[in-house]
């Protein structure tokens, strides 16, 4: 079945069955835009239609492997097909994932999981939309970093990542200014959502004493600022790293 966008900006969100994926998600439904979800986890399918019921919007949930260049090509070849549309408008880069240890006990395999969701899935998404936003003298991409860029203890994998997300980002905007296209990232602190379960309890607590606004952070938060950068009152704002973490820095 194919959904016709109609007029609608289509806005891609990958990690779109996590929390902060389903905020955004919320945000650009209210927003107008035609949204697609994209996740490896197949219930991906099920989140956009709770999101729809809930939402009255227009959402698909896709599967995709990010990390894999081949899966990326069908996924916005699929997306393309599904909705109508020759280009997506917003390309949401959120998929990430943590495998936190010491740089004396990382293994290959954990770095090397990391580093190929949260950048290289980032860069294998970018490149499937650059051409269609340059087309339409249109596009933003806002690219999920976080506070760790800066280093984190047990996150040399993590960190890394989202600083060259950071890096990316920079990149994009001055390559891509000129077409209408802004590059900006979101830089989330301690944000309430399931990935902070692997934090043991103790370290959780004493971060959230030290956060100056006293609490954790909500998705619906981090999903506001997004839905801010996607809207043409934004058009100035390009090559931004824009912090959401209370005041909070390691």
Request: aromatic share 8%.
């Amino acid at each position: 079945m194919t959904y016709m966008s109609g007029n609608k900006q289509v806005a891609v969100i990958t990690g779109g069955n996590g929390g902060i994926g389903k905020s955004i998600a919320r945000s650009l439904l209210r927003d107008g835009f035609f949204v697609v979800l994209a996740d490896l986890k197949d219930e991906v399918a099920d989140t956009a239609r709770d999101l729809e019921n809930e939402t009255n919007g227009n959402i698909l949930g896709m599967m995709a492997d990010v990390t894999d260049f081949t899966s990326t090509v069908e996924l916005f070849n699929n997306i393309r097909r599904e909705t109508a549309t020759e280009s997506v408008s917003v390309l949401i880069n959120n998929a990430g994932i943590t495998r936190d240890a010491t740089i004396r006990k990382m293994t290959y395999e954990q770095w090397d999981q990391v580093m190929r969701v949260n950048l290289y899935g980032a860069f294998n998404c970018t490149k499937q939309v650059v051409e269609g936003m340059i087309g339409n003298h249109f596009g933003r991409i806002i690219n999920i970093s976080s506070i760790s860029r800066y280093g984190n203890r047990g996150q040399a994998n993590y960190a890394a990542s989202k600083a060259g997300l950071v890096g990316l980002t920079l990149t994009l905007a001055r390559e891509l200014g000129k077409y209408g296209i802004t590059s900006n990232a979101i830089s989330p602190g301690i944000i309430n959502t399931e990935m902070i379960s692997t934090i043991p309890a103790e370290i959780l607590k004493d971060y959230e004493n030290k956060i100056p606004s006293g609490r954790l952070g909500k998705p619906e938060e981090v999903a506001e600022l997004i839905s801010f950068l996607c809207s043409e009152k934004a058009s100035y704002i390009n090559g931004e790293v824009i912090n959401i973490n209370g005041g909070f820095f390691f």
